[in-house]
């Protein structure tokens, strides 16, 4: 069956340093894969979108991999800060040619001074 | 930016009564605006694709007599949930998709709308 995975438990980093997510996902063969944060209460706020012949993207602080030969994405966010503080969430295109998204269940992230 | 707005952002309801949210794109249009459920500390999970002018599509599980989606306008859709119960309180957010049709134009999310169901 098709799964999404991140990392359910919290990841707790001390500001300044490199935070990393991982996104592996099975029985998939995405165009695409998006990563979006969502603060507690709130909806999704879209980062970033990597296609599949895309190799790496970046944005800013945050730079976002795409090996579609491990199945994975990697999330960094460089130099964190307390406000990166929220719940990462990856997405698939959820079924072939169209904008339906399928997400994994997020990772926590807590940045502390 | 592209905005989009629920209403409203929280509700309490007795048990039988039906609900409705609405899903507005503010600053563009959206020909497809999406519904999802989130329980807490799960992810989104897709309920349906709403589309302007026609009728909504299901995913698998998801009753459409229960949740009842009209797509009246490029900027409005609205989410019904009929003679609710307690087992539906949940999170419900709605994204509205901006571009000109291109498989990767950006899902814009709403707020959010917390169901409670008594």
């Known amino acids: 069956s098709q799964k999404i995975e991140q990392n359910s438990e919290a990841l707790n980093i001390q500001e300044g340093k490199t935070a990393t997510l991982t996104c592996n996902y099975t029985?998939?063969?995405?165009?695409?894969l998006q990563w979006y944060r969502q603060d507690p209460g709130r909806g999704p706020v879209f980062l970033l979108l990597?296609?599949?012949?895309?190799k790496e993207k970046r944005k800013e602080r945050l730079k976002v991999t795409f090996d579609t030969t491990l199945k994975q994405s990697l999330f960094h966010i460089t130099a964190s800060q307390p406000a990166d503080s929220a719940t990462y969430l990856c997405?698939?295109?959820?079924?072939?040619?169209?904008?339906?998204?399928?997400f994994g269940t997020g990772t926590r992230l807590q940045v502390f001074p | 930016g592209a905005v989009v707005s629920q209403h409203p952002s929280w509700v309490i309801c007795k048990s039988g009564t039906s609900v409705k949210i609405e899903c507005r794109s503010l600053?563009?249009?959206?020909?497809?605006m999406f519904w999802y459920r989130q329980f807490p500390k799960q992810s989104l999970m897709l309920m349906a694709t709403?589309?302007?002018?026609?009728?909504?599509?299901?995913e698998q599980g998801v009753e459409k007599d229960k949740f009842l989606i009209n797509h009246a306008s490029l900027t409005l859709s609205t989410l019904t949930v009929t003679s609710a119960h307690p087992e539906d309180s949940s999170f419900y957010i709605c994204?509205?998709?901006?571009?000109?049709?291109?498989?990767?134009?950006?899902?814009?999310f709403g707020p959010g709308t917390r169901l409670t169901v008594l």
């Open positions: 029985n998939y063969s995405p165009a695409y």
């Open positions: 600053d563009f249009q959206a020909t497809t």
């Open positions: 994204s509205a998709l901006r571009g000109a049709g291109a498989l990767t134009d950006t899902q814009y």
């Open positions: 997405a698939l295109e959820g079924s072939y040619n169209t904008d339906k998204l399928i």
């Open positions: 990597i296609r599949e012949n895309e």
């Open positions: 709403s589309n302007e002018g026609s009728k909504a599509t299901y």
